[in-house]
């Protein structure tokens, strides 16, 4: 499954430049609740994931992995506010600890996809000429190559972890940003003060890192921040083919897969990692519509 | 036209090279063989097996051989279902998930521009705001999750189309909406985004003006330019439907191609998983050029040559 | 605005409840499904998972095919469907040699499906074809029995030397390596079907792909039912054969089985009348057995299987037997059935499951923690905690990850020691255990036919699926000395002799004989459970007098009603 970035075109972006950018943004930002309050939602889910888990260990005394067998699924009370798993586990302790895989799962991946796609595009589009083509091509023909496949064999090769887990889902994503980067590298390449920095003899290593590339910052934000939901979504895609996280780790993915599956006789199963899953991408939507709203004042509404 | 068509086709030869080369590199890297199994399989008839597939030559001579046949058409033969070549099961489950995706297409496109519509043309009211969640629910719904619960509502409580299967129109319903629902929600976004560009722009303050009944307006005015995002969309969407039918195709046992995408590579079906993978890459690079050529037919400012 | 947005995401999430709580409404209906068949009263629906691999009894190695192949085949025995007790098939009667070794069968007057008459020369061809290893079979190892059947797979002898001779047209006569007591009935296996020899020869004429022969528009068959059409991964279509030599006792016209592998789905579609039957093979999900206890119509009956976890002995710290048997011991196999696999599986600690073929089963402890905690100290670890690290893999399935995360679980509670979960897919998971290159590593074996050899070869030093590292000369010495035995009572006590001794080393953890669980349309009759899931269509029939309510249905382990079984 491949996600798609939505409602983004480079050309849409506004390339202007200079610090009162950042500031218009960040007012504007302020002024749209909508996006405060997704803000203030996965800052909250974050502090949750990070801290719930002991929280919860200390004060109730569950954590995610110990099981019960005896005990086995039991539906919301208030020991159990999400209810138990199949195992007797408690819901609550597994949601947070699998929102935890899954947001850093999404962010990770999409800092990697930033980053190996802004400095292609940023590369390739600043060289120009055969550079430019034979970069783009390779682009090109990773587009073409069926994405999820190349994951999978990257997967099955590699092994699976955590970590290779990230990466993979980081290198085959990152041909949307350097797209992006490069269209507005090829414009702002012929600006004043670029051949300004060029005429007093700055590297072309110091012009792309110091000049280039803190001018496509707005968009390359923008596409991350529609990176990161489609990249948990790709997570929850890989569990539901056993290639995502390894047990007892949960993650978002992995519990609503197993909820899906047995949702006509445990409902809760499903409904809790469902409902956070759907709450969290929601507020990452959200605040990256608001994003992207701020840092481009023409598609205000 | 005509020659840049030609030109474009004929650029994409290398390109699919490339990913022959890569592919084949890829399915062999990876550990365990075709002919594993739990019971033990004497070595002398491993070796039988291997040799009709041509696995007991060197990799280069292998790679020859293969690319050789492929000029001729002939993908090889499965190992997982050794009575069937790969043409044979292309062709067999092609055309079914080219059926699904379709579904999945028109009612994408269906839902997602009457939603984009309504939202932009009501803009900021309760029925843009309902549209537009209507739209990220539909984004944020994991397609394993809105399978099982149409298959139990739809199927198992109302009784009103089969959980699973393939046949008849029935068949094609739930698996399409399934699919496509993803995709309406980011269209349903895209036509807003377009629709309210093109409300600012001057000919509609003209038409306006001028008294154009809004109708008008809406269908011939502002629909034709504010598509055009939806357009450049749907190159990557039309691809990520038919790579994206793997879970839905399992859902609800639809006899696609989408499953062999995941089994094949897991089955080690070398030639298979060579196959589907040409197959999808030769019809990504071909969509990708069909949508540049629409951009160019729908954009009076875009030249094409 | 915001709080208008707000508003109608609060009116989904309540739409999405509201639906989710229609979904799961429990009905009250005590059947699990439709109650009305939707197809005529000579038809039935049933689910075979998979696309087989192979449909041709030579090279035929998976249970998929395996299904097909034995309704649209007969051997020259069959199983009783409710006993698995070899009954006469082609071969009327049969000799047996004073040595248990050799056979002579009787075959009587039948014919193939095209008319031709079936000799005992496509019995020749078919088993010298099993052997060959020009057909490059994976199930060749099941010829082995047979004299000279080893040499000739290896290309020592020649294929005509086969133990298998044609006395005349009608009397087969086989002759054994060993005298083995279960023959008759591994002899109902699909892999010693009869193959038509004069179809080869025809298809040679034509220059049409010999290994395409049982695709339907070639197929000559002598079993029940013949296949008509062969939609690939959608569903196949199978007619009575009046050819057949018994056609008089089979009950249906036609027979649609789909190819549907998620058990959930299959699920579905039984739920919905899609399936009378979602087959033998289909295994329903752990987490439904409780749920699925209260409809009648739920079957479940024991299943000749045994699952077990291998250890590689070689690797420390599993190279230590205390080590493998404090594992072993910490495993709370009771709760494990009752609470994980839930489908009535029986806890054990036996490799042979109890009363096999009359074999006495050991009754090794099931669980005790307190010997394990001592042993593992007796090795030197007596807090578990400075044992490295162990892996344990599993091939990926929701069953298999259900019963590793407990099995995790309870190591780390009993001994305190961590291991490692590695899910790996399937090829990745046999390429990793034919390498060795695993700690723990989890398997299944089901019994080809009813008798303890089936399992305890599984140890033996020669033996390719023996993915343990674990080797003996007493233990080969004392299986070898039991084959030779013409005395069945006597060579069971060498048989429990040799697995004491083997498990006494704990080369292997054993956890639990399999059961089968089955939903079966209540208006669907001759099925019973048997332990090796063996169910020939040809004594199903759909019983169109049943009304939802009536109690005349009995328990799927016992026959419904009287079969005639023809001598």
Redo the contacts between chains.
């Keep these: 499954m491949k996600c798609i970035q939505v409602g983004l075109r480079s050309d849409e972006i506004d390339s202007r430049a200079g610090s009162s950018l950042w500031e218009d943004a960040w007012k504007r930002l302020q002024k749209n609740k909508l996006a405060w309050m997704s803000g203030l939602f996965l800052v909250l889910l974050g502090i949750g994931c990070c801290f719930g888990p002991a929280f919860l260990q200390v004060v109730w005394g569950y954590d995610d992995h110990t099981q019960n067998l005896a005990y086995g699924p039991q539906p919301p009370s208030l020991e159990h506010p999400f209810g138990t798993d199949f195992y007797g586990r408690d819901l609550l302790a597994r949601v947070l600890s699998g929102a935890r895989v899954s947001l850093s799962v999404g962010l990770l991946a999409a800092f990697v996809a930033a980053l190996i796609g802004t400095i292609y595009g940023a590369v390739s589009g600043y060289f120009g000429g055969v550079v430019d083509s034979l970069m783009m091509r390779i682009v090109d023909i990773l587009y073409a190559l069926p994405y999820m496949f190349l994951v999978i064999i990257l997967v099955t090769i590699l092994g699976k972890s955590l970590v290779l887990l990230f990466l993979a889902l980081g290198a085959v994503g990152w041909l949307l940003t350097a797209r992006v980067v490069r269209g507005q590298v090829l414009s702002l390449k012929e600006q004043d003060f670029v051949l300004a920095a060029r005429s007093l003899g700055t590297t072309n290593r110091g012009i792309i890192f110091e000049h280039l590339i803190p001018n496509t910052l707005s968009s390359v934000i923008v596409t991350f921040t529609l990176t990161v939901p489609s990249m948990i979504l790709q997570e929850a895609f890989l569990s539901f083919l056993g290639l995502g996280v390894q047990p007892p780790q949960p993650s978002l993915g992995s519990l609503i897969n197993d909820g899906a599956n047995q949702m006509l006789v445990f409902w809760w199963t499903l409904v809790f990692p469902g409902g956070i899953m759907a709450t969290m991408l929601f507020a990452l939507n959200f605040l990256g519509d608001g994003i992207r709203d701020a840092l481009d004042p023409r598609m205000k509404t | 036209m005509i020659r840049l068509l030609l030109r474009r086709l004929l650029e994409l030869v290398p390109?699919v090279l490339?990913?022959v080369v890569?592919?084949f590199a890829?399915?062999r890297?990876?550990?365990?063989?075709?002919?594993?199994?739990?019971?033990?399989?004497?070595a002398?008839?491993r070796q039988?097996?291997e040799a009709?597939y041509g696995f007991d030559k060197p990799l280069p001579e292998q790679f020859v051989r293969y690319l050789g046949n492929l000029l001729k058409g002939d993908l090889g033969l499965s190992t997982?279902?050794?009575?069937?070549t790969v043409n044979?099961?292309i062709a067999?489950?092609f055309p079914v998930s080219l059926t699904l995706a379709a579904v999945a297409l028109l009612w994408s496109l269906l839902v997602g521009i009457t939603a984009g519509i309504i939202g932009a043309i009501r803009?900021?009211t309760?029925w843009d705001?309902?549209a537009?969640?209507?739209a990220?629910?539909g984004?944020?719904?994991?397609?394993?999750?809105l399978g099982?619960?149409l298959?139990?509502?739809v199927?198992?409580?109302l009784?009103m189309l089969?959980?699973?299967?393939?046949?008849d129109w029935h068949h094609v319903i739930l698996p399409g909406l399934t699919l496509g629902t993803?995709?309406a929600?980011?269209i349903a976004?895209?036509m807003r985004?377009g629709m309210?560009d093109v409300v600012r722009s001057d000919f509609i303050r003209t038409a306006r003006a001028k008294g154009v009944a809004e109708w008008t307006i809406v269908w011939r005015h502002m629909f034709p330019t504010a598509i055009l995002?939806v357009v450049?969309?749907l190159g990557?969407?039309i691809?990520?439907m038919l790579?994206?039918s793997?879970?839905v195709e399992?859902?609800?046992?639809v006899?696609g191609i989408g499953p062999y995408?995941?089994d094949a590579?897991?089955?080690?079906d070398y030639f298979l998983v060579m196959g589907?993978?040409l197959l999808?890459?030769?019809f990504?690079?071909l969509l990708?050029l069909v949508v540049d050529v629409l951009y160019g037919f729908l954009d009076p400012r875009v030249d094409v040559s | 605005m915001h709080k208008t947005t707000f508003q109608s995401y609060v009116v989904f999430v309540l739409t999405f409840i509201t639906v989710l709580a229609t979904g799961c409404q429990q009905q009250s209906s005590p059947y699990f499904g439709t109650v009305k068949p939707r197809h005529g009263p000579k038809e039935i629906w049933i689910n075979n998972s998979s696309e087989p691999e192979w449909l041709d009894p030579g090279r035929c190695s998976d249970s998929t095919g395996g299904e097909i192949i034995w309704n649209t085949f007969e051997g020259l025995v069959q199983a009783h469907p409710a006993t698995l007790k070899p009954l006469p098939a082609i071969a009327t009667h049969w000799d047996i040699s004073d040595d248990g070794r050799v056979y002579r069968f009787y075959l009587r007057p039948s014919f193939w499906s095209d008319g031709h008459p079936l000799t005992a020369d496509d019995f020749v061809f078919a088993l010298r074809r099993l052997v060959d290893p020009q057909t490059g079979s994976k199930y060749a190892s099941n010829g082995f029995i047979f004299k000279k059947g080893l040499a000739i797979s290896r290309g020592e002898a020649a294929v005509n030397s086969l133990g298998v001779r044609a006395l005349d047209s009608r009397t087969l006569e086989i002759e054994l390596v060993d005298p083995l007591p279960y023959f008759l009935n591994f002899l109902s296996f699909y892999s010693f079907m009869p193959i038509p020899q004069h179809l080869f020869q025809n298809l040679q004429e034509r220059g049409i792909d010999q290994d395409l022969w049982t695709r339907p528009e070639h197929v000559v068959c002598n079993g029940a039912f013949q296949m008509t059409d062969w939609q690939f991964r959608q569903h196949m279509t199978f007619e009575k054969n009046m050819k057949y030599w018994d056609a008089d006792s089979v009950k249906l016209d036609r027979v649609r089985v789909a190819m549907v592998e998620s058990s959930t789905t299959a699920m579905n579609m039984y739920v919905a009348g899609e399936f009378d039957w979602p087959g033998g093979s289909t295994s329903l999900p752990a987490e439904f057995m409780d749920h699925l206890e209260s409809y009648k119509d739920f079957h479940r009956h024991p299943y000749l299987g045994v699952y077990f976890y291998w250890i590689n002995t070689t690797k420390p710290p599993l190279d230590d037997p205390l080590v493998r048997r404090a594992l072993s011991l910490a495993i709370d196999r009771d709760s494990l059935v009752k609470h994980v696999t839930r489908g009535g599986q029986i806890g054990s600690s036996d490799l042979v499951p109890d009363g096999l073929a009359g074999y006495e089963g050991l009754y090794l402890p099931v669980y005790d923690p307190a010997e394990a905690r001592r042993l593992l100290a007796e090795a030197g670890y007596p807090t578990g905690q400075d044992l490295p690290e162990v892996t344990l893999s599993f091939n990926t399935s929701e069953g298999h990850k259900q019963v590793a995360e407990a099995i995790q679980a309870m190591w780390q509670q009993e001994l305190g020691i961590t291991v490692e979960l590695e899910n790996q897919e399937w090829k990745v998971f046999l390429a990793n255990a034919e390498q060795m290159n695993f700690q723990i590593s989890r398997m299944g074996w089901i019994g080809d036919y009813a008798d303890p050899y089936t399992f305890l070869e599984l140890l033996t030093s020669d033996c390719g699926n023996n993915h343990s590292n674990w080797s003996s000369k007493t233990y080969d010495a004392l299986l070898e000395q039991a084959n030779q035995h013409n005395d069945p009572e006597e060579r069971l006590k060498i048989l429990r002799k040799a697995e004491a001794f083997a498990l006494a080393e704990q080369p292997l953890i054993p956890l639990y004989v399999y059961t089968r669980t089955q939903l079966i349309k209540p208006y669907v009759q001759g099925i019973w459970g048997n332990h090796q899931d063996r169910h020939p269509w040809k004594y199903m029939w759909i019983d169109e007098s049943f009304e939802p309510g009536e109690e005349n249905i009995e328990s799927v382990n016992t026959p419904r009603k009287a079969i005639q079984v023809h001598k």
Aim: aromatic residues 12%; hydrophobic residues 45%; proline residues 10%.
């Design positions: 390109t490339v990913i890569a592919s890829l399915v890297l990876a550990p365990g063989s075709p002919f594993s199994s739990e019971k033990e399989i004497p002398e008839i039988k097996l009709k997982k279902y050794p009575q069937r044979e099961i067999n489950g803009q900021n309760v705001y309902t537009m969640t209507a990220l629910v984004i944020s719904v994991p397609s394993f999750v099982p619960l298959v139990l509502v199927s198992l409580r009784h089969p959980p699973a299967g393939w046949g993803i995709y929600g980011s976004r895209l985004g309210l995002p450049s969309y990557p969407a691809a990520s790579t994206g793997v879970v399992k859902i609800f046992n006899p995408f995941v590579a897991f089955n080690r589907i993978v999808y890459a030769f990504l690079l990708n």
